[in-house]
């Protein structure tokens, strides 16, 4: 089995996980935890410098960074889930990183201080102003999604995958939820697909 992907679940390994789940090709799933020193054996610094997963391998290139593995399988898999054309992989590619830039350090913020963290540990006001940042890029791709029912076009693809998978962190917000609805319901129906709830079962079971 060529493809080996290391970490758990409740990580944003979960990103890959999910990919590779909705792509239906083999892989071999290493739980590797990122707790306790875990990631910073010689043997895992030897993946990945930085000490940090979701680390891919296949056969023998590595890739690390969830996005960039993302990225990668959809190239190297292809079907209906890669880029069709240059253009759709114009979409990709950005929304891909407007994801990571705008939005995915405010949508940790409402993740960890809405449901994560213990009641005693959370902010709300840190949960309420990570809101307020994220209306903005929320408003720009509920916009968007005015005119096609997925990010690229008329079909669910990898950048659906990779949005989501940072958006769905500020799902329990009942704020953008009710001002973005076109956001919402795209959102609400990656997250029940199959595949994610596969991945969202094992973060579930510490996987």
Known sequence: MALKIHGIGASRAARPLWLLEELGV??????????????????????NPNGHVPVLEDDGVVVWESMAINLYLARKVGGPLAPANLAEEAEVLRWTFWAVTECEKDALTVLMHRVGMPADK???????????????????LDAHLATRPYIAGDRFTVVDVNVASVLGWA???????????????WLDR????????????????GR
């Open 190 to 205: 990656c997250m029940k697909r199959p595949a994610q709830q596969k991945v969202r079962q094992l973060a579930k079971s």
């Open 26 to 47: 083999p892989y071999e799933h290493v739980s590797q935890s990122y707790r306790d020193g875990a990631t910073r054996t010689p043997e895992f610094l030897a993946l």
């Open 171 to 185: 799902q329990s917000s009942r704020l953008l939820a009710e001002r973005f609805p076109r956001v919402a319901d």
């Open 122 to 140: 959370r902010d709300a006001a840190l949960a309420d102003q990570a809101e307020k940042r994220l209306a903005v890029p929320f408003a720009v």
